[in-house]
């Protein structure tokens, strides 16, 4: 695992998570492509010109409907997708294997079990209490580090494909194809249902305020939710895919998240639960009961790439290429010291730089004299606490000067430094 910024062809960055297939037990191959790494929006998206994009501290895009979501991330070119329930559950799991079940805005921007842990809110038209992306502690994270997933439980509901239920059966593209371009349309022929070792398939039925699963479909039509861990299962013999998919509790697994199901026509799935969800939310919540058009202030989606072996790597060489501008300062990519925490934290140079580039368009735009100039010394001369007291700057001006609004909030990117090992990655424009 290791954290990864891709450019898109504007210059406008993705900070993502890199992981090798076995990292995640996810498909090495993917339509005869051999896949080298699965990267994974390490932020729900935002919105900027109308493109997904995972940076920190920005509001995330709400009010998505599922196939908004996944035309969204696929048009960000070849190998973007919105993140399968195959990839979503193999963090979930991931975390619960390392027992670091991640925690978040669980209770209007405050965890509800450890309410010392708290995000930045922002208000929104809706009046919830939503907080800017990978604003809270390295516990929101997936695995409890800063190089993980952030915001998984809590905050947005997030949209996520390759997975429905039909009439209460569980339906997927198998072998994490929605990862590589699958139909995912209503009518696709490619939806396969989830089978029990006897070949029948699964579906869960709604009744009386309790999710039961067996093999015909169900007779009456209902919706409810349950404790995830209290899922009946007492009338078939669990297929190993439905607790890898996250359908079903692990052996063991103890937590409060819940189950939330539609038994009548076509229902897709969102993951993770909202600010107010308290106990309910978690990696394993999900809800099972709303239309591919439902839309809301609480439901939002996070963008996915599969990174093909062939495909253009990362720019490892990137100081020697630049050798003749001498004055560039060196990336250090070994983990900092822990006296390179907050307060005295040593910016790597892509952070140095991002922050430069977005500091001078921020200047540029309120009428500033020799922009090149100061992009200079914001990347190259400015102390690092200079740039972290300039940005702080950058939060109100980017507030009333819409033509720099995608650099709102940029100040707290600075975060991204802490204990982070970041590399560049360019993505090539098309996959072989």
Not at 161 to 174: D, E, K, L, M, S
Request: glycine share 10%.
């Amino acid at each position: 695992m290791k954290n990864e910024v891709i450019f898109d062809n504007r210059g406008i960055p993705d900070i993502m998570v890199s992981f090798t297939p076995d990292e995640l037990g996810l498909p090495a191959e993917l339509k005869g492509c051999k896949v080298e790494a699965y990267l994974i929006g390490k932020y729900p998206a935002t919105l900027i010109g109308g493109v997904p994009h995972s940076l920190p501290y920005q509001q995330p895009a709400v009010n998505i409907n599922h196939d908004e979501a996944i035309r969204l991330c696929e048009a960000k070119g070849p190998g973007w997708h919105l993140i399968t329930n195959d990839e979503w559950a193999a963090l979930a799991h991931q975390s619960r294997k390392k027992g670091a079940l991640p925690r978040g805005n669980t209770n209007s921007g405050k965890s509800h079990s450890h309410p010392e842990e708290t995000g930045v809110t922002f208000k929104d038209a809706s009046g919830s209490s939503k907080t800017l992306t990978g604003s809270g502690p390295v516990t929101w994270n997936h695995d409890g580090t800063a190089e993980g997933v952030a915001d998984m439980c809590g905050n947005i509901w997030e949209h996520v494909g390759g997975i429905r239920f039909v009439n209460g059966q569980a339906q997927v593209i198998p072998n994490n194809g929605a990862a590589a371009g699958a139909d995912q349309s209503k009518d696709s022929p490619e939806w396969a249902p989830i089978y029990t070792a006897d070949g029948d398939p699964v579906y869960c039925n709604v009744e009386g305020g309790h999710i039961k699963l067996q093999t015909v479909e169900p007779e009456e039509k209902d919706w409810d939710g349950e404790q995830f861990t209290e899922l009946d299962a007492s009338l078939i013999d669990i297929p190993e895919k439905l607790i890898e998919l996250g359908l079903y509790p692990a052996p063991g697994y103890e937590s409060d998240e819940h189950f939330y199901l539609d038994t009548d026509g076509e229902r897709c799935v969102v993951r993770g639960g909202h600010w107010n969800s308290g106990t309910s939310a978690g990696v394993f919540y999900l809800a099972g009961h709303h239309s591919r058009s439902y839309v809301c202030a609480g439901l939002g989606f996070r963008s996915a790439f599969v990174r093909y072996s062939g495909d253009s790597g990362d720019l490892d060489n990137l100081d020697a290429e630049d050798s003749n501008q001498t004055d560039e300062p060196k990336e250090s990519t070994a983990a900092p010291s822990p006296d390179t925490l907050p307060g005295s934290v040593k910016l790597p140079t892509l952070v140095r730089l991002v922050l430069a580039h977005q500091l001078t368009v921020l200047y540029e735009a309120a009428g500033g004299k020799d922009p090149e100039g100061f992009k200079r010394i914001a990347a190259h001369t400015a102390t690092d606490k200079e740039l972290q007291q300039a940005a702080a700057l950058a939060l109100p001006l980017s507030q009333v000067n819409a033509a720099v609004e995608l650099y709102r909030n940029v100040s707290q990117q600075l975060k991204i430094a802490n204990t982070l090992t970041v590399t560049i990655g360019k993505e090539a424009a098309d996959h072989e």
